[in-house]
């Protein structure tokens, strides 16, 4: 066989034609039986596993395709594999196997390869690309895929292991899968690669999974402890979970803020598969679980038939584990509802996704109270339930087709039964946002255009190009739906995610659904590259004004103050004189000025700057003649207030969410362009905090002896910036005083017997909520926002607003989109949103809510940015 080496740029035929079958069953192969006794091994091979480990339908395993010991050096299931190990073997085997095609799909932050190998018989993968596009007809042109034709074409599956970087089995067991497929000869792999396309995608965050396997390799001795107390199975904050700005990946299938998922979204809008597979691990002391999850508790938006194939695909794995007496479960536990998830995304997408969650062992071997549960015995389970997978994708493979094409093909009749006949979003006043929005969009497969008529909506008129329409009747409809609509009304009160995520409150867009013939106004379609009409603004001796409130706006002031030039904030509204007619600027409007030190800066030097902010926010800046205003304050006195550098710092480590701090990194450092240093909350008694400005504990505790040093620190001026649970600790810990409002969950499941008090209980909790807050548009912390502002609630505990310093309370009906209890109402309304209080010269800020959530809540990121530059003057 001719060696072949990897190459990204290696031209690839990626066509293939789906050979003709003559009723061929793929039932009896069994390729999840796993063999113990030496009877039945007549049809089995080992595989490369420390555990013993036998699978029938094998003849043979081919001698000219390396084993994973023979390229690692050492046996899977010996120690954890680093993610260039996962690529050196899927490289050494692309190099091998006429089967298998390698390719990279994108980088994580960190420059590591994002990769995956397509997995086939010879003669599909010499004309891959011709299945590639009779299976996108399944999206694109469903109603022109006849029966006949699917009995003809490979499904596609995709393999998608370890999105938790420390859930380190799966990717262990991709090995298995690659190295099976690749060379194994027999019934159980022959049907397998003529009848399927097949994904593997080893590590779906090498960045997370670099920082777990460093940590139990170099804390592991010779001989492994199964203590869980050993400092190997105790990994240090934040864990490698996610990804280098502690992003939780399986959360960011929907607002796909990430490279990793901006690469495998494309990867999977590329192919369209009609399976994923999404392999994951639990608690220890957990046996293993598959879909279908809690009946209940399924996306109303997800068809019946996509559940009776994740139930008809059940029995494949429940039949697998039977035979090696591995107990497992279904139907409890985990849901189908948030579509932010590896496993519920394809259910809106036209397949089915299925969740494998493996008791883990985390090291290599630790203590539960069954017993001692061994990494290779994971491995061994998620190569089972990958075998299973594969079985069950071969039997059903032209019920897949169907489904996926019928899911695309009835999208009319659909969008026939809804009120409305698209959506539309407002693009005046958002900053960007509603062009985000619809970017986002986009990258789902959302067609949108721009109104190429008059619309009415709410009692205004917008006129052409004021807006964008997304109609409902295109081929990712049931997903547009999925991510517009607001949702009050559920079948269960239960969630094991978030309940709600309706993009036009994320971004705080003007949004809704519309009818008739302004349904139909549609213009140019919106391209989501398209490049904007930017330039350097004209010159100035008096400065340039930016209207606040965009991301555009605040990466414009921080590259201007890293100039070392001059910006201020107008705290009251004003108008200028621009030609005949007079504008009007809201407060909060900047003043970037061409002065350092006082002395004003030649054009000719600040020439750099202005290009850099003008390619970018070009068309923002308004080129001042005057620094006389005919209406409000005068630019140059003191209601435009000077704006200095901000140090800003963020505290990690203990109890604190490395989640929330990631959000926040991630929106200051990557988005904003600005320096943050991260600090480690025990360490906080040792270190200086003379030099920070600005501190943000931006979710949990951050304990009682960085509650004293923060103290000290506030009163000697500093600002401290507390985001959601963190909030509630500045309370505790005496930074702020808050009359809390208790809510007496026992009293409300008095009488729920012992086998529903957990349900129960569960009813009162705020499983990611979207609430409304009402602001005072004087103050700087509402600058560029407005009166109301959506936001993300995922605590219980709320607190009277203080006498003085209430910036924003939750409204007297807060629940815009989401479960909220009844119960829960009262506590909510007109509680404490966002406050700031005066300590010494320094001040507290405190937001009951995570603004910034998950980096894709923008319309809430303002307040961050309000809170950073403007804080440390109120």
């Known amino acids: 066989m ?17 050979p003709a079958r003559s ?38 395993y081919d001698e000219a395709i390396p084993r994973p010991d023979e390229v690692l050096g050492f046996e899977v299931g010996t120690r954890h594999t680093r993610p260039e190990e996962l690529a050196r073997y899927f490289e050494a085997v692309d190099a091998s196997s006429d089967r298998v095609r390698l390719e990279r799909h994108g980088f994580t932050h960190e420059g590591r390869p994002l990769i995956h190998a397509i997995v086939s018989a010879p003669e599909n993968l010499a004309r891959l690309e011709e299945i590639r596009a009779a299976n996108l007809r399944l999206f694109a042109s469903a109603e022109s895929v006849s029966d006949r034709e699917l009995e003809t074409m490979p499904a596609v599956v995709y393999l998608a292991y370890s999105v ?95 490279p990793e998922s901006r690469a495998r979204l494309a990867l999977f809008a590329r192919w369209r598969p009609q399976l994923l597979f999404d392999f994951h691990e639990m608690g220890r002391e957990a046996t293993f679980f598959f879909q279908p999850g809690v009946p209940s508790r399924t996306n109303p938006n997800t068809p019946e038939s996509n559940q009776e194939l994740t139930a008809r695909i059940g029995r494949y794995h429940a039949r697998a584990f039977d035979r090696v007496g591995q107990p497992y479960f279904s139907g409890e536990t985990f849901d189908d509802f948030f579509y932010g998830k590896g496993s519920t995304y394809p259910d809106i997408n036209g397949a089915v996704g299925v969740l494998f969650e493996q008791a883990s062992s ?174 350097p603004p004209g010159p ?27 910006a201020r904030v107008l705290t009251r509204p004003f108008s200028i004189e621009s030609g005949a007619e007079e504008r009007e600027f809201p407060a909060g409007t900047l003043v970037l000025a061409p002065r350092r030190e006082r002395e004003l800066v030649p054009h000719g030097d600040l020439q750099p700057v202005l290009e850099e902010i003008g390619a970018e926010a070009g068309t923002l800046l308004i080129p001042l003649g005057t620094t006389s205003t005919p209406a409000g304050p005068d630019l140059g006195g003191p209601a435009a207030r000077l704006i200095l550098p901000r140090e800003v710092a963020i505290l990690t480590g203990g109890r604190l969410s490395s989640n929330r701090a990631g959000e926040i990194w991630h929106l200051l450092d ?132 203080p006498d003085r310093g209430a910036v924003a309370t939750y409204s007297e009906s807060p629940r815009l989109s989401g479960w909220l209890s009844d119960a829960r109402i009262s506590q909510v309304s007109g509680a404490s949103a966002v406050s700031v209080e005066r300590i010494g010269r320094g001040r507290v800020i405190a937001v009951h809510a995570y603004p910034a959530y998950r980096g894709y809540w923008k319309g809430g990121a303002r307040l961050v940015w309000n809170a950073v530059f403007f804080g440390p003057t109120l």
């Open 2 to 18: 001719a060696s072949r080496s990897f190459s990204p740029n290696r031209p690839r035929s990626l066509q293939s034609v789906s």
């Open 23 to 60: 009723g061929r069953v793929a039932a009896g192969l069994a390729l999840a039986a796993i063999v113990l006794g030496p009877a039945s091994r007549a049809l089995a091979q080992e595989l490369p596993l420390s555990e013993p480990f036998s699978v029938i339908g094998i003849t043979s």
């Open 164 to 258: 938790h970087g420390n859930e380190a089995s799966g990717s262990e067991a991709s090995l298995l899968a690659l190295y099976h497929l690749a060379a194994g000869r027999g019934p159980a792999v022959d049907d397998a690669l003529s009848d399927l396309v097949v994904i593997i995608n080893p590590s779906l965050n090498p960045d997370g999974r670099d920082r777990f396997v460093d940590w139990v390799n170099r804390n592991r001795g010779r001989v492994p402890s199964t203590d869980p107390q050993d400092l190997e199975h105790n990994e240090p904050w934040p864990g490698g979970r996610t990804n280098h700005y502690w992003f939780d990946l399986n959360r960011d299938w929907l607002p796909v803020t990430q």
């Open 362 to 535: 985390r090291a290599l071997a630790v203590e539960t109270s069954t017993g001692e549960l061994r990494y290779a015995r994971t491995i061994r389970n998620q190569f089972i339930a990958t075998l299973s997978s594969l079985e069950a994708a071969v039997d059903l493979r032209t019920e897949l087709l169907r489904h996926q094409r019928d899911f695309y093909g009835s999208v009319d009749e659909w969008a026939a039964g809804l009120p409305h006949d698209a959506w539309l979003v407002e693009r005046a006043g958002t900053g960007g946002r509603a062009e985000d929005l619809v970017g986002l969009l986009a990258t789902h497969g959302i067609r949108s255009y721009e109104n190429s008529e008059a619309v009415e909506t709410d009692g205004r008129r917008l006129s052409p190009g004021e807006a964008y329409i997304a109609p409902v009747r295109q081929a990712q409809g049931r997903l547009l739906e999925a991510l517009m609509e607001r949702v009050t009304s559920f079948r269960d009160s239960v969630f094991y995610d978030v309940s709600a995520w309706t993009l036009p409150l994320a971004y705080d867009v003007p949004a809704g659904p519309i009818s008739g013939s302004a349904a139909r106004a549609l213009g140019v379609e919106f391209a989501p590259d398209s490049p904007r009409l930017n330039g």
């Open 540 to 566: 100035s001796s008096i400065g340039w004004l930016v209207p606040w409130g965009s991301e555009v706006a605040a990466r414009s002031l921080v590259r201007w103050l890293d100039a070392g030039l001059e």
């Open 670 to 801: 990557l988005e904003t362009g600005m320096p943050v240093s991260l600090l480690d909350a025990d360490r906080l008694p040792r270190l200086d905090l003379a030099r920070y400005d600005v501190i943000i504990v931006a979710g949990g505790s951050a304990g009682s002896a960085a509650g004293e040093v923060l103290k000290e620190w506030v009163d000697d001026g500093g600002t401290l910036i507390a985001l959601g649970t963190s909030a509630a600790w500045s309370v505790e810990a005496g930074l702020l005083e808050r009359e809390e409002r208790v809510f007496d969950v026992d009293s409300l499941v008095t009488g729920a017997g012992w086998s529903d008090l957990g349900v129960a209980r569960g009813t009162h909790s705020i499983a990611g909520t979207i609430l409304e807050s009402r602001l005072d548009q004087s103050h700087p912390l509402a600058f560029g926002i407005g009166d109301r502002l959506p936001l993300f609630v995922t605590s219980g505990r709320f607190f009277s607003p």
